[in-house]
């Protein structure tokens, strides 16, 4: 199992001390560097203005919101970044949701499983460059001809040719079919609420992709990155504070991250049995009572999520989600020594 660095999205101000937490990832064996977006900050120019110091490790976005772009300019930063670093980028795409989609980006959320595989068909197709690229999508047609058209658009073909074909494919996935259709024709999977104890939720859903006529990858060439917290301590009392403050980030994707109606994140702490608390904690967070939201998250809920513990528990949890299908641990760190740490106790 590989180690990637997660840098995530920035908050109010880009973060601090990233370029040595980058050097660690480097020099210490990480597999990969891997940056997000959320409203703000985006995630490819992170990765090239700190990617440009490294030679060894993947350089990935997990992810990249595909509403943000159109098709051929996600293909277009990927193409770029990727010569850029001599073959190393690995994309990672989602969908996102309706308040961000339609909030931020003013682009119609429906159809999300469609729109993701046309924005894979398409993407590919550039990165191909076998012909001018067209697409007979009813979401992202090629060329385009609905309303407001001068019908003047042609297909065109990549002036730069990529570096690699077959740059692989990543996609944030959480509910059935959309982790079935990332299977089927993805290289990877992101998921965001990924842990040993519900493992066996989705493996159903994977083996329907899988099984799916034309699937891209077999379950032993696909990738799962699954997100969490590693973090080695001495004590008992230390480990318990470490929990306390992971708990708002578990609340916020719990009950913060959408409305009421359609919060996808809540729904996969309901799939996990979470019902109840997901509910309460939901109707708390979004009445504005963050600090009740928070109170409610379990220890028992945090300690699944994340790897926190002792040298020999967190060796013990790695070799858990290893054993589940996990191929890359991406670890959210924010100091170098833990970095160095981290990978020496797990090489």
């Known amino acids: 199992m590989k180690l990637g660095l997660q840098l995530g999205y920035w908050g109010a101000q880009p973060p601090e001390g990233v370029a040595e937490l980058v050097a660690a990832a480097e020099e210490s064996g990480f597999d990969g560097i891997f940056t997000a977006e959320a409203w703000g900050s985006d995630a490819f120019t992170p990765l090239a203005w700190w990617g440009r110091e490294t030679s060894r490790v993947r350089l990935g976005t997990s992810i ?9 300019s996600i293909a277009m930063h990927a193409l770029t970044l990727d010569h850029l670093s001599g073959g190393r980028v690995v994309l990672g795409m989602g969908v996102s949701g309706p308040q961000v989609v339609e909030g931020w980006y003013g682009q119609p959320f429906a159809k999300p499983l469609a729109r993701t595989r046309e924005v894979v068909e398409i993407v590919r197709r550039v990165l191909a460059r076998e012909a001018p690229v067209t697409n007979d999508g009813p979401h992202y047609p090629l060329p385009y001809d609905g309303e407001g058209s001068v019908g003047l658009g042609k297909p065109l073909r990549s002036i730069v040719h990529p570096l690699r074909a077959d740059v692989p494919i990543w996609l944030g996935a959480e509910g059935p079919k959309n982790v079935a259709q990332t299977a089927e024709i993805a290289d990877g999977w992101i998921p965001l609420f990924y842990t040993p104890s519900t493992a066996a939720m989705y493996q159903p859903w994977l083996d329907e992709g899988f099984a799916r006529p034309g699937a891209r990858r077999t379950r032993e060439t696909f990738e799962i990155a699954a997100t969490c917290h590693l973090q080695i301590v001495d004590s008992e009392a230390e480990r318990a504070a ?76 790695v070799a858990v989600w290893e054993a589940t299908g996990v191929t890359t641990l991406l670890l959210s760190l924010t100091d170098p020594a833990e970095v160095r740490r981290i990978a020496a106790l797990l090489a």
């Open 64 to 72: 990249v919101q595909m509403s943000g772009r159109s098709p051929a």
């Open 242 to 317: 470490v929990l306390d403050a992971l708990k708002p980030t578990v609340a916020l994707y719990m009950g913060g991250m959408g409305a009421a109606e359609a919060n996808f994140h809540n729904q996969v702490f309901v799939r996990m049995g979470y019902a109840d608390l997901a509910a309460e904690v939901q109707e708390h967070y979004l009445a504005g009572r963050r600090a009740e939201a928070t109170a409610l998250i379990p220890d028992d809920l945090v300690d699944d999520l994340h790897i926190v513990g002792t040298a020999d528990q967190v060796l013990e949890r």
